[in-house]
T-cell receptor, first 112, second 112 residues
Framework: KNQVEQSPQSLIILEGKNCTLQ??????????LRWYKQDTGRGPVSLTI?????NTKSNGRYTATLDADTKQSSLHITASQLSDSASYIC???????????FGTGTSLTVIP | DAGITQSPRHKVTETGTPVTLRCHQT?????MYWYRQDPGHGLRLIHY???????DKGEVSDGYSVSRSKTEDFLLTLESATSSQTSVYFC???????????FGPGTRLTVL
């Protein structure tokens, strides 16, 4: 069964600290994996897109990694800011079909 | 916001009444999706469309119908709303070579 699991479910960190969010998936055959950021009351917005051949991709203070062998991805946030408070959702696309597989998200709260 | 609007943004209705949510895009993209988002479940696909009059069911399609008579509009109808359909509904489109989804702002529906 195609599944995407994220951990932790929620996380509270101090402003300026780093954190890492995890995503494990069983989706096969794998095409690509995206991390989305969803601010409260808004739709998700894509942060990074990673394909099978990519191991690391950065977008400012956000760095995503992908290990296609172990089917794991992580999102590392450096020097967190209050505006990073949001839900982060991992989404995996299979190579066939028109559907996407969503994790339930990690709720991140950055406190001053 | 990728030119996606949803209407209404908020709606409160009573059990048994019909409800129609509208998703409008301005960029003529072929694929459009309706999701619902509930705590603990993440985003779940209701229906999607791959062209005018071409639609297919997602994992939680029971109790919902859709129509797409024009490229730019994708309607989601609850024929007889139930309290279990209280949720936040997101419309999304695919844009670009890599199937990245862009989401609308969401519609918060409360069924009393």
């Amino acid at each position: 069964k195609n599944q995407v699991e994220q951990s932790p479910q929620s996380l509270i960190i101090l402003e300026g600290k780093n954190c890492t969010l995890q995503c494990n998936y069983t989706v096969s055959p794998f095409s690509n994996l995206r991390w989305y950021k969803q601010d409260t009351g808004r739709g998700p917005v894509s942060l990074t897109i990673m394909t099978f051949s990519e191991n690391t991709k950065s977008n400012g203070r956000y760095t995503a990694t992908l290990d296609a062998d172990t089917k794991q991805s992580s999102l590392h946030i450096t020097a967190s800011q209050l505006s990073d408070s949001a839900s982060y959702i991992c989404v995996v696309s299979p190579r066939t079909g028109n559907q996407f597989y969503f994790g339930t998200g990690t709720s991140l709260t950055v406190i001053p | 916001d990728a030119g996606i609007t949803q209407s209404p943004r908020h709606k409160v209705t009573e059990t048994g009444t019909p409800v129609t949510l509208r998703c409008h895009q301005t960029e003529n993209h072929r694929y459009m999706y309706w999701y619902r988002q509930d705590p603990g479940h993440g985003l779940r696909l209701i229906h999607y469309s791959y062209g005018v009059k071409d639609t297919d069911k997602g994992e939680v399609s029971d109790g919902y119908s859709v129509s797409r008579s024009k490229t730019e509009d994708f309607l989601l109808t609850l024929e007889s709303a139930t309290s279990s359909q209280t949720s936040v509904y997101f419309c999304a489109i695919n844009r670009g070579d890599i199937s990245e989804q862009f989401f609308g702002p969401g519609t918060r529906l409360t069924v009393l």
